[in-house]
């Protein structure tokens, strides 16, 4: 049977955008937790979100660079499991979040992924990385993720066809998709689940219920 892939609509910060990314069928939804970023959300506004919530959507909190201790109170404060690193977080990081299902995100710069790549493996295989379920393919953009841009596709490809995610949690594609565009992701690569911020919104931290609707029927479609 095909896997049905995964739909996680990230930078949410308003409980409407919450709800249209549950009722259209999205698995879960990112809340952007680090204070610089631009999709930031305090703690009193993801409180309301996390409130809003139906069942079945699991929420998802995005930090970077944050201290072990402070992911750890944070997702305590506002009942988070899951979590998403968008830094540059190693595998101790990891290793001192157990309790919590940790995601990675990984730039794919071509200079620098493989050799990552083999790091994570090296840290998986060691046996101390039970919690880490999920590797987030995002653009090569330093940016703590919604840039926009896309993910360089052909060399992910690349890195696919050589075996290269073979002893890696989950795959999860993401860097600028968009409803034009994830259909052609799911078909090439297969991957468990995808991401999307910048490529549902109507403007930076808004989003737009037409997208967000397009680009879950945009998976669908492909699967």
């Not at 919530?53 to 009942?79: R, S």
């Not at 299902?101 to 493989?114: C, G, N, P, Q, T």
């Amino acid at each position: 049977m095909p896997n049905r892939t995964r739909i996680k609509i990230c930078g949410v910060g308003r409980v409407e955008d919450a709800l249209v990314s549950a009722r259209a069928g999205a698995d879960a939804i990112g809340l952007v937790l680090h204070r610089a970023a631009a999709r930031y959300v305090d703690p009193e506004r993801a409180r309301e979100i996390l409130d809003a919530l139906p069942p079945f959507v699991t929420p998802v909190g995005l930090f970077v660079d944050a201290p072990a201790d402070e992911v750890k109170h944070t997702a305590a404060a506002l009942g988070l499991r899951h979590v998403q690193l968008h830094g540059h977080e190693d595998p101790d990081c990891v290793a001192e979040l157990r309790g919590l299902i940790v995601l990675k995100a990984i730039r794919v710069a071509r200079e620098s992924f493989r050799a990552e790549l083999d790091v994570w493996r090296r840290a998986i295989a060691s046996g101390q990385l039970s919690n880490l379920r999920g590797i987030v393919l995002e653009t090569a953009a330093n940016l703590p993720g919604g840039s926009g841009q896309a993910n360089d596709w052909e060399f992910i490809r690349e890195c696919q066809s050589q075996k290269l995610f073979d002893g890696l949690p989950a795959i999860i594609a993401a860097g600028g998709l968009t409803p034009e565009t994830v259909g052609d992701v799911v078909r090439d690569l297969g991957p468990w689940a995808v991401d999307v911020s910048s490529g549902v919104e109507a403007s930076k931290g808004i989003k737009s219920a037409e997208r967000i609707l397009a680009f879950i029927e945009a998976v669908r479609a492909a699967e």
